[in-house]
C-alpha cells in the first residue's frame, strides 16, 4: 500500500479546518494528521509530528503564518509549505514566496486547488506555484521601471549614442534649454548624477532595452 502524505492544517477558523480536511479525503492519497489555529500551536504541532506538508493561513491570532513558513523551512528544508489567504494580491504573493513558501492560494480558490498545491508542494518542497505568478512578476517589472515620457526616451537614447545638449536639442529641433530640461528629468526619475549612472540604471531596469520612438 502506498504510503500517504501526512498534512497539517493551520487556521484559525475551524470551518476551514474541517472543509479542507473534508477534500484531501475526497482527494486521497493523504492523511490529516493535526491541525491547528495558532503560530504557536503551528509550530508545536509541525515540530511534534514532523508532516511531510503544512498549509497556513497568513492572518492568525497570535501573528503571521508567514513566521511559521520561515521558521520551518529553515529547520525542514524537505517540507512542503503552502499559504491560504483571504488577500491574494501580489504584495501576499511575493511575501509567501520570499518566505520559503512551496504554493500559495487564495481563500476563493476552490478547494481542489489547495489539493493539487499540496501535491506539488510534497515532490518540490522548494518550488513556488501560486495561479496569478507569473502576471504578478509582469506587474512587478513594469512598476519597477521608471515612467519617462516618449521625448525623455528619445532623449535618453540619444545620450547613449554619445550626444551632448546641443547634439540632442539640433536632432530633436528643440532648444538646449529645453534638451537640458529633459534631461534633468531623466536623471530625476532614474535616480542618477550624471550621463554615466542614468545609462547604467536605464540599462538595468530595461528602460533603454525598450523601443524608444525614432527622434
Request: overall charge neutral.
Amino acid at each position: 500500500m502506498a504510503r500517504l502524505t501526512s498534512v497539517v492544517l493551520v487556521d484559525d477558523h475551524e470551518l476551514i479546518r474541517n472543509g479542507l480536511a473534508g477534500a484531501f479525503a475526497r482527494a486521497g492519497g493523504f492523511e490529516i494528521v493535526g491541525d491547528a489555529a495558532s503560530v504557536a500551536h503551528g509550530l508545536d504541532v509541525a515540530h511534534d509530528l514532523r508532516p511531510d506538508v503544512l498549509i497556513t493561513d497568513v492572518n492568525l491570532p497570535d501573528g503571521s503564518g508567514l513566521q511559521i513558513v520561515r521558521t520551518l523551512r529553515t529547520e525542514r528544508p524537505e517540507i512542503g509549505l503552502v499559504v491560504l489567504t483571504m488577500y491574494a494580491g501580489d504584495e501576499q504573493i511575493f511575501a509567501a514566496m520570499d518566505a520559503g513558501a512551496s504554493g500559495f492560494v487564495g481563500k476563493d480558490a476552490p478547494s481542489t486547488d489547495v489539493v493539487n498545491a499540496a501535491r506539488q508542494a510534497a515532490v518540490a518542497p522548494r518550488s513556488f506555484t501560486c495561479t496569478g505568478l507569473a502576471t504578478a512578476m509582469v506587474r512587478r517589472r513594469s512598476s519597477a521601471s521608471p515612467r519617462l515620457t516618449d521625448r525623455e526616451r528619445q532623449v535618453l537614447q540619444l545620450l547613449a549614442e554619445g550626444l551632448g545638449v546641443s547634439g540632442i536639442a539640433s536632432r530633436l529641433y528643440i532648444s538646449e534649454s529645453t534638451a537640458k530640461a529633459h534631461i534633468s528629468s531623466i536623471y530625476e526619475k532614474l535616480g542618477a548624477a550624471n550621463r554615466a549612472q542614468a545609462l547604467m540604471t536605464a540599462i538595468r531596469t530595461g528602460v533603454l532595452g525598450a523601443e524608444a520612438p525614432p527622434p
